[in-house]
């Protein structure tokens, strides 16, 4: 099953080269926050697998108090109240930050992709008014941050099998990931 996967996840490979990182890959500086919430967020960012550095930047991640999480390319902005959850909030941190794989390593080509294999009827509010999890830019972002950081700890763990996080087995996932971003995004999970 297992070269089977590979065999597949290659020559899923050939027809769609990774994206490559520019010269500015990396980094993300900080906009807000107390020193406890800044610490918080980069803790959900080691706890994944991901090689967050592929991921052109930087990244500003915006802390402010009653605002909801969400991202646009370069930008993430996280509450304060979630990030003083500590490691609850880390699974919505890396939701955030794969939000900035999909805008800036993704072309459309491997975004049909994705929408194929991960579910949903719009790729990302295209079409308004849809269910969050009828949007392929959120299965894709819970999915990844579930597959990077599988814990049981992590606020996205899918408690059933349509949930928006469940979209595809983490390794099968990790495995279209690496084949989309290049292998430097890497393929090994550390358990936490």
Not at 22 to 32: E, I, L, N, S, V
Not at 111 to 117: G, T
Not at 162 to 171: K, N, Q, V, Y
Request: net charge negative.
């Amino acid at each position: 099953m297992l070269h089977r996967l590979a065999v597949l996840t290659t020559a899923g490979c050939l027809a769609f080269p990774a994206a490559t990182a520019g010269a500015g890959a990396g980094g993300y500086t900080f906009d807000g926050g107390t020193k406890q919430q800044r610490e918080t967020v980069i803790a959900a960012l080691e706890a994944s697998s991901f090689d967050w550095s592929v991921v052109p930047g930087p990244i500003a991640i915006h802390i402010v108090e009653g605002e909801p999480s969400r991202s646009i390319p370069h930008e993430i902005w996280l509450d304060t109240d979630l990030l003083d959850a500590g490691e609850f909030a880390w699974g919505v941190v890396q939701h955030e930050y794969a939000h900035q794989v999909d805008y800036l390593l993704f072309d459309e080509t491997q975004r049909v992709l994705l929408l194929k294999r991960l579910g949903g009827r719009d790729w990302c509010y295209g079409t308004p008014g849809l269910a969050h999890d009828q949007y392929g830019c959120e299965r894709f972002a819970s999915t990844f941050a579930w597959s990077f950081w599988p814990s049981r700890e992590n606020s996205m763990r899918p408690t059933g099998r349509r949930d928006e996080s469940a979209a595809m087995a983490p390794a099968k996932f990790r495995a279209l990931v690496a084949c989309l971003t290049g292998p430097t995004a890497g393929l090994n999970v550390r358990k936490h």
